[in-house]
T-cell receptor, first 112, second 113 residues
């Protein structure tokens, strides 16, 4: 069975600093990997995905993620954090059977 | 135009009641989903429905049942509500196949008293 782990419940960074939100996965076959963001009292919003091709994928709001097959990781990154990036971030993995699993979420706090 | 909408946004009810949450998507997607998000923000898939195929998460009690009158709607009906059903329920939709991302509704906060 596939699974996804977000090892950090909370990530704190200062505004202007780079940020990383970690994600590792386990899946048989080719992984389809996604990042979503949830702002307070809102539904999840899609940020970016890796399906195939270039290991570095770029998404909304200046976010990017790097697919690392050997480490089975898909960490979310941004070169310069904004206070408005503060939110809950979910990593998700999907297999060819359309089975979707979400990580437990990581709360990102960007301080001014 | 709202892509995925849910009604109601808030639902407060007593134990033992039966309630429904409605979901509509105007994206032309083939697959719709229901998720439950608990107080710790953990997100769990409950159902996915693709045309005539319903996939049920085996941990979901049979008090929960999805009903799809057409491809654009997937409603969630809950019988005999329990305190533990209190959560935020999200509807989502996506295209097929699995490479497509999901679009989520704004959520319905259910409180069972």
């Amino acid at each position: 069975a596939q699974s996804v782990a977000q090892p950090e419940d909370q990530v704190n960074v200062a505004e202007g600093n780079p940020l990383t939100v970690k994600c590792t996965y386990s899946v048989s076959g080719n992984p389809y990997l996604f990042w979503y963001v949830q702002y307070p009292n809102r539904g999840l919003q899609f940020l970016l995905k890796y399906i195939t091709g270039d290991n570095l994928v770029k998404g909304s709001y200046g976010f990017e993620a790097e697919f690392n097959k050997s480490q089975t990781s898909f960490h979310l990154k941004k070169p310069s954090a904004l206070v408005s990036d503060s939110a809950l971030y979910f990593c998700a993995v999907r297999d060819n059977n359309n089975d979707m699993r979400f990580g437990a979420g990581t709360r990102l706090t960007v301080k001014p | 135009d709202t892509a995925v909408s849910q009604t109601p946004k808030y639902l407060v009810t007593q134990m033992g009641n039966d309630k429904s949450i409605k979901c509509e998507q105007n994206l032309g997607h083939d697959t719709m989903y229901w998720y439950k998000q608990d107080s710790k923000k953990f997100l769990k898939i409950m159902f996915s429905y693709n045309n005539k195929e319903l996939i049920i998460n085996e941990t979901v009690p049979n008090r929960f049942s999805p009903k799809s009158p057409d491809k654009a709607h997937l409603n969630l009906h809950i019988n005999s509500l329990e305190l533990g059903d209190s959560a935020v329920y999200f509807c989502a939709s996506s295209q097929v196949p699995a490479t497509y991302e999901q679009y989520f509704g704004p959520g319905t906060r259910l409180t069972v008293t």
